[in-house]
Nanobody, 121 residues
Framework: QVQLVESGGGLVQAGDSLTLSCVAS????????MGWFRQAPGKEREFVAA????????YYGDSVKGRFTISRNRADNTIDLRMTNLKPEDTAVYYC??????????????RGQGTQVTVSS
């Protein structure tokens, strides 16, 4: 069973930057789509960003376009999410996911436990 472990969350101020990382326990995900979702208290889980297996295609949710950048390193089975110009509405638990195809969070074969990001105003 592949495990995904997120790191890099924390408490920051509005306008700050933060980078989240997700590492997979083995190379099974090397040919998978990988991405990030988030869930704020009282809200539904939201798509944030995804990257194709080769890193050649990247997708972003409308609320983060232009501010967040997803990257992938297949050599060490990691993806990063560089978040800039953070806003209080970015406050959420951020989840890493890996799957054969892009789709809703629950359709991804592997999902992490999440890391908290809190943005103060």
């Amino acid at each position: 069973q592949v495990q995904l472990v997120e790191s890099g969350g924390g408490l920051v101020q509005a306008g700050d930057s933060l980078t989240l990382s997700c590492v997979a326990s083995d190379g099974t995900v090397s040919t998978y789509v990988m991405g990030w979702f988030r869930q704020a208290p009282g809200k539904e889980r939201e798509f944030v960003a995804a990257v194709s297996w080769d890193g050649g295609s990247r997708y972003y949710g409308d609320s983060v376009k232009g501010r967040f950048t997803i990257s992938r390193n297949r050599a060490d089975n990691t993806i990063d999410l560089r978040m800039t110009n953070l806003k209080p509405e970015d406050t959420a638990v951020y989840y890493c996911a890996a799957g054969k195809y892009f789709g809703p969070f629950h359709d991804f074969e592997y999902r992490g436990q999440g890391t908290q990001v809190t943005v103060s105003s």
